[in-house]
């Protein structure tokens, strides 16, 4: 029994999770049980391990990352629970209980109950944005969610909420809360359906009745008035009481929304005809009109547009759920006892979990046991299925072959890498774009606004109007009430984001937040790297001339250069030990002790080995910098470059050794992706720290509008910079290692890749499949998202802008007629749905050259049926 002692170090050079991978490998190669997991946000390391804490430090050193140890606030780990005694006990997680800082505030999410306009969504979020601790606060109108970032109780924000008039539920399960969202909206739509219904059933009735002939509230009459008049009380208090209850809440909070609207409109018609019916004797003639059918009629035709805005909505999360169906409730544990099926909550890291042929993978590990294919497309979007044996990584959501695995838990529920991609979808689909910030201004002072307006137009009609000025100023108020539609405004900005959101996923384009989507859709000039983006990033070894071995035989210098770019995470570094391991097999590179290792960042790799000799491998910039004369390699070497070859140099001790020749292949649709993305107006520009010929050559293949070579991280920042002040709004393409200072410049950053954490941390859109149909796929959904929202924005504010003047009677003079309130009602219905149904547009438009993404439920003989 191993006893793992817990340390905690702050690491400044930790950028992306590609450094923890680096800082893993040093620290496991002397302890291979250690854990080590880190936050390259907060610069945080985690280390779990049997080794010291001066001893990890230095290994941390040697693999080029200073770090600061700080005090651990966990008790030793037991990396053998059970041997422990806690073998029913979760792990002691790798992060510490305390209180997260600023940077790394974590976020929460709330179901809202009780809202139905933007006026309430302004008043929930003001109510959370004031919680002492809450740094970000968002509420989601069309999914009735809040996101919350900060150091904060959930039971504070659940009272923040209450003490405004709604209620909320912490979200503590996102596919069990999306499920109970589902239910509570199929439930809702039957129930204002039954109400519309019933409500619609008296007042058409009464409305058909009044056109062919309306009865004086007279003699008996009166008594046949006064039971319609209960009747329509009925359907206040039935069918209605949610708009009386919602505008009782508001009130009791010193608020207005759509509720108090729709309450003050349909209560005053109905107050005002029974008034009518009982003192009918004692009134004139022209004050003796009745409203029990616009009541009737305006609570039924706003419940039938409520349901059908519903229906509607429903179809906007699609994306969402398909992502959720795809996590497993179940996970099959290889035990002593034998295998034991468990629910997937009890999975803990470093678990052995068996899967039989075609059934999902429950959690993110690494197989230890069998061989099959892997049908990874829901994920990645590569059709083909993947083989996965002992020691490779398999991802939840994949489906089994016809293999039998058995592999270790190394990411569980949200960790998982299908669990980063749900939340940041589910967190993207939540945000808002700036754009949205119109509406939120207008909702704010909304519902007031137009209750001033109802009463200045009262005031005019009483004081101005003609006679009977009762019955006008009665009319016009009433319907300016109940036209005016904050619904719509609400619906405007968060449906069209989810819904393209959810089509960027089903397109294999991970969309990080509102701001990116809105940003994306005004790019100007797309910054591509070379490797990995216009090629496969899969480079291997041509050619090699060798120069002076400073006496080495040729298999050690090549197991000198296999060991030390063996540290190295850059595909050109993988192709070279790659290259170097195969033909030096028979000597043993191990043997090698690497005492001093440098990553120069756009350069290459230096190193010091124990016995003396340093090796500096990488382009002419790093040569020149070393001092090493290039002249013979200029002199002797084949014109490589021009066929598009990447030239790596190595020196030993300054002395020029060998050069390699390194090719990348093209991807077959880059040429077609570029010319996709010049259609759609985006200049394209290469910015490499290859040489000027290849990345010529490279850029003339696929067409690119202009090429820049051998540059440093820093230049391409540099450039980026040169071009947003002079007006363009770029985006840059890169794997986010090496290009992580452009993509931090970039207005928006495009991560290539198989949606690896690297990826998912660093870039403001993400892309599953390395193809740059996903850039142009990204651009195109964001330009139409965007064009949609502006679409429901002017259109819900030139609804209520060219009707409220209207309904306050603005034609009277031309036309000797005022605007009914039915007519209102039905119009205020409509324009919800106008909104609802050209957001829902947007799921039907189809982009060129991108695969959307199989859903969850496709049928999973496609990987069953490969035969490994």
Known sequence: MNHLEEHQFQVSGMSCQGCVGRMRRAIQERDNTARVEGDPGSGRLSVASALGASEVKALLAQAGYPAEHTDATNPPVCDDPAACGKATTSPVPDEPPSQPDASTASAQRLAIQGMTCAGCVASVQKALAHTPGVEQADVNFASHTARVRGSVDPQALVQAVESVGYGATPIVDLREAEKQRAQRNQQDYRRMLKGSIASLGLAVPLMIMMLIHHPAPTGVARLGWGLVGLATLAVLIGPGRQFFRGAWKALRHHQAN??????????????????????????????????????????????????????????????????????????????????????????TEGDLIRVRPGERLPVDGQVTEGSSYIDESMLSGEPAPVARGPGDEVSAGTVNGRGSLVFRATRIGADTRLGRITEQVATAQGSKPPIGNLADRVSAVFVPSVMIIAVLTALAWYHLGPEPAVIHMLVTATTVLIIACPCALGLATPLSTMIGVGKAADHGVLIRSGE???????????????????????????????????????????????????????????????????????????????????????????????????????????????GVDLHAAVDTLPDWQQQARTLVYAALDDQLTAAFAIEDPLREDSRDAIARLQADGIKVVMLTGDNAATATAIGEAVGIDEVHAELSPSDKHADIERRQAQGEIVGMVGDGINDAPALARANVGFAMGQGTDVAIESAGITLMRPSLHGIAAAIEISQATLSNIRQNLWGALGYNALCIPIAAGLLYPLTGTLLSPMIAGAAMSASSITVVANANRLRLRRLQGAVTQPSADADSSTASGVSP
């Open 516 to 626: 990116a989507l809105q940003t994306a859709s005004t790019l100007t000039t797309l910054m591509v790297d070379k490797t990995g983006t216009l090629t496969e990033g899969r480079p291997r070894v041509t050619d090699v001339h060798w120069f002076d071995s400073r006496g080495l035989e040729r298999s050690s210098l090549l197991a000198l250069i296999a060991e030390v770019e063996s540290r190295s995470e850059h595909p050109v570094g993988e192709a070279l030990a790659r290259f170097a391991e195969q033909q030096a097999a028979s000597a043993h590179h191990g043997d090698v002790t690497i005492d001093d290792f440098e990553s120069i960042t756009g350069q290459g790799v230096k190193a010091r080995t124990a016995q003396g000799p340093t090796l500096a491998i990488g382009n002419g910039a790093l040569m020149e910098a070393q």
């Open 258 to 347: 759509m509720d108090t609207l729709i309450a003050l409109g349909t209560g005053t018609a109905w107050l005002y005809s029974m008034v009518v019916v009982l003192a009918a004797p004692w009134l004139p003639e022209a004050a003796r009109g009745l409203y029990f059918e616009a009541s009737a009629m305006v609570i039924g035709l706003v419940l039938l547009g409520k349901a059908l805005e519903l229906r509607a909505q429903g179809h906007t999360s699609e994306a969402l759920h398909r992502l959720l169906d795809l996590q497993s409730q179940t996970a099959r544990l290889v035990t002593q006892h034998g295998d034991q099926e468990v629910a997937i909550d009890d999975v």
